[in-house]
């Protein structure tokens, strides 16, 4: 059988279909997750933003217009929700800079964190937060410049060029001798 | 939604070579310890949607219960509007007497009430369908009163009723035509209403 499309789901949904939205939720979930825990970088506060992401979409989903993508309104609506509560708490910037380090890390989950997988997530954390959001619509969203530009509210040269002032600094940093 | 995520759809503004840029790190990164909700989260956010559901779920069944209801009401009204009709006088078997009550006045008094009581009257479905019909005979009169006797209600003022003149004079008619059954019962009808009134002697003889 043909797997529904998120926009048939999010239609079923709007006219109060619970397990439409049941199937959406099962789609979207760890996507979802993982982008606001990467973007935010605390476990707790990304279990609230989580949540309070998904509550706003429940909320807007009769304000959802059938011929939109679904998956670029409901990044949008998790974005906006994220960066509302980074504005609240701290006005001055708009996502913390630099992720907090895990400290309670032991010596041996350190040692395990050399590996070039764990350089990679701690040079994706040390991005500027606003080509971290960037990349992260790119990698766990798998959105398309157009819609990374429009979910940042930002033109998509300038999405483009965030993308890739993260790729370069990536590879850079991946490219250095671990120490 | 604005025109940039629909203009997302077309192929051509997928990349920019940015794909082919990404690749070596889209690998390491899909390999990145997989995180996930707490299960917790999961639940609340399942019962939130679940919740937002209710009103619409609630209203769509009060609108079938709504329905049911109204059915029910139409039913029981038509139900006490039937049972409400004075029953149908037999005017084949009766004639002379329709033509005879044809001449009568129509009584014009009406048994007092509250004026409370006369607005819900007026107003209810049964005052409505006895409106339709034709006015009550005084035999109907009759059986009402004694059915008001009944409930205690009826004012045994002669205001009320059928004057004992006319309904004498109506009972005289029955003896003529021979209807000497209907006779019978207006007569006890009469006497329980007025039982000291004299009566002509051509019906005291009935009586006897």
């Not at chain 2, 509250?114 to 209810?124: G, K, Q, R, V, Y």
């Amino acid at each position: 059988m043909r797997e529904r499309s998120d926009e048939e789901l999010m239609a079923e949904w709007a006219a109060g279909g619970l397990q439409a939205f049941e199937a959406l939720y099962a789609r979207y979930r760890n996507p979802l997750y993982r982008y606001i825990l990467r973007l935010c970088g605390n476990e707790a506060t990304a279990n609230d933003l989580y949540q309070g992401s998904w509550e706003k979409i429940i909320k807007a989903r009769r304000r959802y217009r059938p011929h939109a993508p679904f998956r670029a309104w409901m990044y949008r609506i998790a974005h906006n929700h994220v960066m509302d509560h980074f504005r609240r708490a701290r006005p001055e910037t708009n996502l913390p800079t630099e992720r907090l380090r895990d400290e309670s890390a032991g010596p041996d989950e350190r040692l395990e964190r050399s590996g070039r997988e764990a350089r990679l997530r701690a040079a994706v954390d040390e991005l500027p937060a606003k080509q971290r959001d960037a990349l992260l619509l790119k990698l766990d969203a798998g959105l398309d410049l157009a819609t990374i530009a429009d979910v940042l509210g930002v033109n998509r040269e300038t999405a483009k060029s965030r993308i890739r002032y993260a790729v370069a600094r990536l590879k850079q940093q991946l490219e250095e001798p671990a120490g | 939604m604005s025109d940039k995520i629909r203009k997302s759809e077309h192929p051509k503004d997928l990349d920019d070579g940015l794909d082919h840029e990404l690749a070596g790190i889209r690998e390491d990164w899909k390999r990145l310890d997989p995180v996930e909700p707490p299960e917790l989260v999961d639940r609340a956010v399942l019962n939130r949607a679940r919740r937002d559901l209710e009103p619409a779920r609630k209203a769509r069944s009060s609108r079938w219960l709504g329905g049911l209801a109204t059915a029910t009401v139409v039913v029981l009204a038509l139900t006490v509007m039937l049972d409400q009709s004075p029953p149908g006088v037999d005017t084949t078997s009766e004639p002379l007497l329709e033509e005879s009550l044809r001449k009568l006045p129509t009584p014009t008094a009406t048994p007092a009430m509250p004026a409370e009581t006369a607005e819900l009257e007026d107003s209810s479905p049964a005052r409505l369908s006895q409106d339709a019909l034709p006015p009550a005979s005084p035999r109907a009169m009759t059986r009402e009163v004694r059915r008001q006797e009944k409930l205690g209600t009826a004012d045994t003022e002669g205001k009320t009723l059928p004057g004992a003149e006319e309904w004498i004079e109506e009972m005289l008619a029955l003896k003529r035509a021979g209807l000497t059954e209907q006779l019978n019962e207006e007569m006890t009808a009469f006497r329980a209403i007025y039982p000291e009134f004299p009566l002509p002697a051509e019906l005291a003889e009935e009586q006897l």
